[in-house]
């Protein structure tokens, strides 16, 4: 049987860095009014002794837990499927990481989920939340607002029940469609359908908002509503070639739908780009330079929207050495967009 060491405690800390316990706390549990030296004897020692804090212990002391939740409200089967999400993870991620803040992963399945996650956050175990993919009817900004959590949004949120205020991270989701669908008319395409993404979230929305600041009014045959898988794409497409056989050019609202609506072209015998050019969005170069042609698409930096997200949120949490300088309530952030141009446009 092998004896375990015991775990170093703070006193310890204390007795190698020559200083009281309380002084020890302080500089652990990073409080201010230690003087420099004290503080790098200080972290020398917990180097040393190879001390962790005891969590529990610390945020008694802090009222902090330095962890995050990252709500995504959708199943897992679409969460793990789309990399779209994997790349704003990636991005909260890092940021968290960066700054000692662990991340606390919560999906939802259904209804019951959503009152499972609100009575989660309003039991104090975490210090903020990261909300992305919000659909217009869930209930979850409003079980997160009764919680009292600090929280930043990913999306422009699409309530209009008096909860103003809101900090969001988006992307120009209007512009960058509108962007798109001028290449394709610049291109001589005159029969542009959209498929688009779930009408009840607000990116979905944006976009097809877009798409008729250039198109106007057209066809409502051209305009086919989906779901952001590449299922749905195919589905979206088949339509399409069964209401209007003569389309020439397809705005998609993703990436993933665009995959779809292209290999339907391929299977019926149409040429891309030469007899429907086909644009996409979200530019997941996974996604987009494996289709069959490279997929033109507006780019959106999805893993830059999940850092600014948790930068946000770090923020109105008052951490230190997060945008130091800056004061005052964090302001909401829309990135541009871009259109990369590949063969498929």
């Known amino acids: 049987m092998t004896d375990t060491a015991p775990r170093p405690t703070l006193e310890a800390v204390a007795a190698r860095a020559g200083v009281s316990r309380a002084t020890a706390s302080r500089v652990v549990n990073g409080g201010d009014g230690v003087r420099e030296p004290l503080v790098a004897r200080v972290r020398r020692a917990v180097e040393e002794l190879g001390y962790v804090p005891n969590q529990a212990a610390r945020s008694l002391v802090t009222k902090r837990h330095d962890a995050v939740a990252v709500v995504i409200a959708e199943p897992e089967t679409r969460v793990f499927a789309d990399p779209f999400f994997a790349l704003q993870l990636r991005g909260i991620s890092k940021e968290l990481t960066a700054h000692d803040n662990q991340l606390v992963l919560l999906l939802t399945e259904g209804r019951d989920d959503h009152a499972r996650v609100g009575r989660y956050l309003a039991g104090g175990h975490v210090d903020g939340a990261l909300v992305f993919s919000l659909h217009l009817d869930d209930p979850l900004p409003g079980l997160i607002h009764h919680a009292g959590v600090p929280t930043v949004f990913g999306g422009r949120p ?20 509108r962007e798109a669908v001028r290449h394709l008319a610049a291109l001589g395409r005159t029969r542009i359908a959209h498929i688009t993404g779930p009408l009840d979230q607000t990116s979905a929305a944006d976009r097809l908002d877009g ?27 088949r339509r399409l070639l069964e209401r209007h056989p003569d389309v020439d050019a397809v705005f998609a609202a993703n990436d993933l739908t665009a995959a779809g609506a292209l290999r339907v072209l391929r299977e019926r015998g149409r040429r891309v780009p030469e007899d429907v050019a086909v644009i996409g969005f979200d530019d997941m170069v996974a996604v987009a330079e494996q289709t069959d042609p490279p997929l033109t698409t507006v780019r959106q930096d999805i893993e830059e929207m999940g850092r600014l997200m948790a930068r946000l949120l770090l923020r109105r949490l008052g951490n230190k050495g997060v945008e130091a300088g800056r004061t005052g309530t964090p302001s909401s952030v829309v990135l541009p967009t871009t259109l990369v141009r590949r063969a498929s446009a």
Do not use: Q
């Open 211 to 237: 798409f008729r600041d250039v198109m106007g009014d057209i066809d409502p045959g051209l305009v086919v509503e989906s779901d952001f898988t590449p299922a749905g794409g195919e589905r979206a497409m």
């Open 158 to 177: 699409g309530w209009s029940d008096g909860r103003g205020g809101a900090v969001y991270v988006d992307s120009d989701n209007r512009g960058g469609a």
